[in-house]
């Protein structure tokens, strides 16, 4: 079981990137997948999660600026990250659940992070002002 990110890289204030979060060796539905990220000094914390059935939460650091997604049948999440800015520099983790949903937006307040259950290695985002 892996998941493994991409599409980091740096930009300057404004411009967007993608992320992209490929899981592989799953041999049942993964229930719940997420971006997370850790500045340098700070506490990991939830940026957007998704669930099987769709439902979604931002942030609100990042709402109206970021947009989470998944295509189920190729276990693949991604993350539209527009109007970008140097808070938003960090180190993007993926994270999966496999044994159900979780609450999205508890998710990101930091609750039920005891439950996932994978993660990625991270891909370094880095915005310049």
């Known amino acids: 079981v892996q998941l493994v990110e991409s599409g980091g890289g740096s930009v300057q204030s404004g411009g967007s990137l993608r992320l992209s979060c490929a899981a592989s060796?799953?041999?049942?539905?993964?229930?719940?997948m997420g971006w997370f990220r850790q500045a340098p000094g700070k506490e990991r914390e939830g940026v957007a999660s998704?669930?099987?059935?769709?439902?979604?939460c931002n942030a609100d650091s990042v709402k109206g600026r970021f947009t989470i997604s998944r295509d189920n049948a190729q276990n693949t999440m991604y993350l539209q990250m527009n109007s970008l800015k140097p808070e938003d520099t960090a180190m993007y983790y993926c994270?999966?659940?496999?044994?159900?949903?979780?609450?999205?937006?508890?998710?990101?307040?930091?609750?039920?992070?005891?439950?996932?259950?994978?993660w990625g290695q991270g891909t370094q985002v880095t915005v310049s002002s």
């Open positions: 998704i669930n099987s059935d769709g439902s979604t």
């Open positions: 994270a999966a659940r496999q044994t159900g949903s979780l609450p999205v937006c508890a998710v990101n307040s930091g609750r039920y992070q005891w439950a996932i259950n994978y």
């Open positions: 060796g799953f041999t049942a539905t993964i229930y719940y």
